[in-house]
């Protein structure tokens, strides 16, 4: 029985997924918002747990790339389809979900990914939309909601979701600064851009860790 609780965790995060499309038709943009971040900690949680009970399994694996498509892929790529004001327009939108997709589908068996990621994870395009929504409210005339800025933002996430860039993983082995320089760095960095910037801050902190792992790259 135990060792059904990451897949029962993972099981909720799909749910958020779903909620959240039933509120986005809603309009309810701060319910939105709770359901991808209560995703974000099942996603953590479900991972940590199987590895804590020693209950990884393939099914959960699989599980847990058909929930992160549907919190991650479906839900973001209809969050941006609300904020263009064409339909025709608005198919740039399908991007997202089908790089997602795309990309986890990959990940699942690719056996490169163990201590990096090739490719933008699919909860960190979760986060960068979360923080587009949630600029949304109180800034809504931004040019980020021009349609040619919507669809370069829609383009870029889904090339680095599906290019090979390798990219650091957030996972700590230990807690030494010598192993673990490059995310301490991130860590403290996105706590501060989220404390002064808020919801331009969760976008930024993606951007930076895309550049903070370019520079990672060249530097080794």
Same mark, same amino acid.
Not at 30 to 37: D, K, L, M, N
Not at 44 to 64: C, M, N, P
Not at 189 to 196: A, N, V
């Given at each position: 029985?135990?060792?059904?609780?990451?897949?029962?965790?993972?099981?909720?995060? &799909?749910?958020?997924?779903?909620? +959240?499309?039933?509120?986005?038709?809603?309009?309810?943009?701060? +319910?939105?918002?709770?359901?991808?971040?209560?995703?974000?900690?099942?996603?953590?949680?479900?991972?940590?747990?199987?590895?804590?009970?020693?209950?990884?399994?393939?099914?959960?694996?699989?599980?847990?790339? $058909? /929930?992160?498509?549907?919190?991650?892929?479906?839900?973001?790529?209809?969050?941006?389809?609300?904020?263009?004001?064409?339909?025709?327009?608005? *198919?740039?939108?399908?991007?997202?979900? $089908?790089?997602?997709?795309?990309?986890?589908?990959?990940?699942?068996?690719?056996?490169?990914?163990?201590?990096?990621?090739? +490719? &933008?994870?699919?909860?960190?395009?979760?986060?960068?939309?979360?923080?587009?929504?949630?600029?949304?409210?109180?800034? /809504?005339?931004?040019?980020?909601?021009?349609?040619?800025?919507?669809?370069?933002?829609?383009?870029?996430?889904?090339?680095?979701?599906?290019? !090979?860039?390798? &990219?650091? /993983?957030?996972?700590? %082995?230990?807690?030494?600064?010598? %192993?673990? !320089?490059?995310?301490?760095?991130?860590?403290?960095?996105?706590? *501060? #851009?989220?404390?002064?910037?808020?919801? $331009?801050? #969760?976008?930024?902190?993606?951007?930076?860790?895309?550049?903070?792992?370019?520079?990672?790259?060249?530097?080794?």
């Amino acid at each position: 029985m135990l060792k059904q609780i990451p897949n029962a965790i993972t099981l909720v995060n &799909l749910s958020m997924g779903c909620i +959240g499309l039933a509120l986005l038709s809603k309009s309810d943009l701060q +319910g939105v918002a709770i359901c991808i971040g209560v995703a974000l900690l099942a996603d953590f949680l479900d991972g940590f747990i199987a590895k804590l009970l020693q209950a990884t399994s393939t099914i959960g694996k699989q599980l847990d790339s $058909l /929930s992160d498509v549907v919190s991650f892929g479906v839900l973001p790529g209809a969050i941006v389809y609300s904020f263009f004001p064409s339909t025709w327009l608005a *198919l740039f939108s399908l991007a997202l979900p $089908l790089a997602a997709a795309l990309r986890l589908a990959k990940f699942n068996i690719d056996e490169r990914q163990n201590t990096i990621f090739l +490719g &933008l994870p699919t909860p960190a395009n979760a986060i960068f939309i979360l923080g587009l929504m949630l600029f949304s409210i109180s800034n /809504s005339s931004s040019w980020l909601y021009h349609p040619l800025a919507l669809s370069s933002i829609v383009i870029s996430l889904a090339a680095l979701m599906l290019l !090979e860039i390798p &990219l650091f /993983s957030l996972k700590f %082995e230990r807690l030494q600064w010598k %192993e673990n !320089e490059i995310k301490f760095i991130f860590a403290l960095s996105s706590l *501060l #851009l989220l404390i002064f910037l808020q919801s $331009l801050g #969760l976008m930024l902190c993606i951007v930076w860790y895309v550049a903070l792992s370019l520079v990672e790259k060249y530097r080794t």
